[in-house]
């Protein structure tokens, strides 16, 4: 049973590509952010690190059974500073994912905390198990 | 996306566009997957007039959880993140995000004021603001003719 699942395929998933510049002209890096799934009694929870997004430069949709994730980073390092060690960059965060009819779309819920997206993917009613009466004949 | 293009997009050379794309999204992933399991978590640290400053992305910290300390000029900083309580061990399907504890100890190349030091962590990113001591004068010192 798979509830949820990349859009995009693994060898795709992970690299890292030159976003289109933006207004004022600077490339802007895209990069997949990790994120951990797992499942609870109601359906699915989904966390994605995106450090550096706050809520408005996240944008989260749902549509056609997709699940698009986009985080804007904004920094404010001041562009005087000399870089002297460089371990990650500044970009975007994109990512996308199938969901299937088992989701209740309309109940999805998200919060974005500390840079950490959690986002609750309930399972819909039809999807749990059902009793059916059985009736003497 | 079309990493690599030649010149010209003639039809017997697009398979091996493909597959230098293929090959070069390989590399990628290679990177990629390093990044994974490079240190936790990743820093820059930049340099300004009078201070340094070091960025860390460390997102989903309580900053409770949150040490950070200097000594000889050495930065420290660590902590713990935790998987969500909820979740049992079983219950994953998927588990790319770090868990557990860490710490980084960061050498910094000038001495520093080390009562000048602040720390913010907003939207999942540490920032701390270290000055530098201010640096003795350069002293002149008079050479004496010899006998």
């Not at chain 1, 980073?73 to 970009?91: C, F, K, N, R, W």
């Not at chain 2, 293009?5 to 091996?16: E, I, K, M, T, V």
């Not at chain 2, 820093?43 to 900053?63: R, W």
Request: glycine share 6%.
């Amino acid at each position: 049973m798979t509830d949820i699942s990349d859009h995009n395929p693994p060898h795709e998933s992970t690299s890292m590509i030159p976003a289109p510049e933006n207004s004022s002209g600077e490339p802007r890096l895209l990069f997949n952010p990790p994120i951990d799934i797992y499942e609870t009694p109601d359906g699915l929870v989904l966390y994605a690190d995106l450090p550096g997004v706050d809520s408005e430069g996240l944008d989260l949709q749902v549509q056609n059974n997709r699940l698009t994730l986009f985080g804007r980073v904004t920094t404010d390092v001041p562009q005087s500073a000399q870089m002297l060690h460089q371990e990650y960059h500044i970009g975007d965060f994109l990512r996308s994912f199938i969901l299937s009819d088992e989701v209740d779309h309309e109940r999805i819920h998200a919060k974005l905390t500390n840079g950490v997206l959690r986002v609750e993917l309930p399972r819909a009613a039809r999807a749990k198990p059902r009793r059916i009466e059985v009736s003497g004949g | 996306m079309p990493i690599f293009r030649w010149g010209q997009p003639w039809d017997p050379f697009q398979d091996l566009e493909r597959e230098v794309d293929r090959l070069l999204q390989g590399v990628n992933l290679t990177l990629h997957g390093v990044r994974f399991s490079r240190r936790f978590p990743q820093v820059n640290l930049f340099e300004l007039d009078d201070s340094y400053v070091l960025t860390a992305e460390i997102p989903g910290i309580d900053i409770s959880q949150l040490d950070v300390t200097i000594a000889s000029n050495c930065l420290t900083i660590k902590g713990t993140r935790l998987p969500p309580a909820e979740a049992g061990e079983d219950a994953f399907r998927r588990q790319e995000r770090f868990h557990g504890p860490w710490q980084r100890k960061i050498q910094l190349p000038d001495r520093i004021n080390e009562d000048g030091m602040r720390a913010d962590y907003s939207a999942g990113v540490l920032r701390v603001t270290l000055q530098k001591a201010p640096s003795a004068a350069a002293r002149h010192i008079k050479v004496n003719e010899g006998p």
